[in-house]
């Protein structure tokens, strides 16, 4: 993926570390199995923080993606 379209845009993980948000996932989400789902930014241009995580399909995640122009 391009700087220019994630990294520039100042996007952050706002999670103090992948145990952090293991352990957030985990009390969030209790009796999920995960498999098959994806955690999603509500708001594309918001930070990977719980206020802006949910729970989806990979299905529903890409329709909430930005839209790509094809260079073809």
């Known amino acids: 993926m391009s700087s220019k379209h994630y ?4 996007i952050e993980v706002r999670f103090e570390s992948r145990k952090s948000f293991v352990l957030w996932a985990l009390a969030t989400y209790p009796n999920t199995d995960f ?10 241009d918001g930070h ?8 989806t399909t990979q299905k529903e995640n890409v329709r909430n993606g930005r839209r790509w122009k094809s260079t073809t």
């Open 7 to 10: 990294k520039g845009r100042g």
């Open 35 to 44: 498999k098959g789902l994806v955690f999603d930014r509500i708001n594309n």
């Open 48 to 55: 990977y923080e719980p206020s802006n995580l949910r729970l």
